[in-house]
């Protein structure tokens, strides 16, 4: 059982910056894959980012490349999701979410989510 806890959002002016946090329990975390996930108000879940545990291979959503980055500290058990230049339309909440397998780029089919964090950028 792995137990995720997202932090690190709030309210910001577009254009800022926001650092999303989500640390993991257990002991395996630098064999999961881990992925970012965003839900608007209205709007189905949608892929935002994803780091693979081999070779930390990332796949991105299209409207955040360039803007987002995600990354992974083993030795921390956390993932970051990096929010730059954010935009209105970035407003959602936010998951993070876990595998021990081998998850398929943008797909869902992680066993394990976290409880979400607001992220709202106004304009």
């Known amino acids: 059982q792995v137990q995720l806890v997202e932090s690190g959002g709030g309210l910001v002016q577009a254009g800022g910056s926001l650092r999303l946090s989500c640390a993991a329990s257990g002991r395996t975390f630098s064999r999961y894959d881990m992925g970012w996930f965003r839900q608007a108000p209205g709007k189905e879940r949608e892929f935002v980012a994803s780091?693979?545990?081999?070779?930390?291979?990332?796949h991105y959503l299209d409207s955040v490349k360039g803007r987002f980055t995600i990354s992974r500290d083993n030795g921390k058990n956390t993932v970051y999701l990096q929010m730059n230049s954010l935009k209105p339309e970035d407003t959602a909440v936010y998951y993070c979410?876990?595998?021990?397998?081998?998850?398929?780029?943008?797909?869902?089919?992680?066993?394990?989510w976290g409880q979400g964090t607001q992220v709202t950028v106004s304009s």
């Open positions: 979410s876990a595998d021990r397998g081998a998850v398929v780029p943008g797909t869902a089919n992680y066993a394990y």
């Open positions: 780091i693979g545990w081999i070779g930390s291979t990332t």
